[in-house]
């Protein structure tokens, strides 16, 4: 059994920061790309950021140079350093991953259950 777990959401003024983690764990074989994406009330869940196994990021256009994903691979665990944050980041931030378990060995996609982000101006 796989499981994605985010951390690190919560309550941050406009130009704050925060930094979002995200664990894998269990019967994990090899984990591909992990990534970010965020869904603010009433929108459809858009994808925020994307690291390769090898560490190569993308960015959406309204967070690029704002926002900093990074992953620790001995760690299975995804991070996204959040910057001058703006009331418009508010959403719930899901992690997610393309990984083959030890089980299968098929590549799959994973989510976890979201962490709350709310930006006050």
């Known amino acids: 059994q796989v499981q994605l777990v985010e951390s690190g959401g919560g309550l941050v003024q406009a130009g704050g920061s925060l930094r979002l983690s995200c664990a894998a764990s269990?019967?994990?074989?090899?984990?591909?790309?992990m990534r970010w994406y965020r869904q603010a009330p009433g929108k459809p869940r858009a994808l925020v950021a994307t690291?390769?196994?090898?560490?190569?990021?993308t960015y959406t256009n309204s967070v690029k140079g704002r926002f900093t994903i990074s992953r620790d691979n001995a760690k299975n665990t995804v991070y996204l350093q959040m910057n001058s944050l703006k009331p418009e980041d508010t959403a719930v931030y899901y992690c997610?991953?393309?990984?083959?378990?030890?089980?299968?060995?098929?590549?799959?996609?994973?989510w976890g259950l979201g962490t709350q982000v709310t930006v006050s101006s």
């Open positions: 997610n991953a393309v990984l083959a378990s030890k089980a299968t060995s098929n590549w799959s996609n994973y």
């Open positions: 269990g019967s994990i074989f090899r984990i591909n790309d």
């Open positions: 690291i390769t196994s090898s560490g190569t990021s």
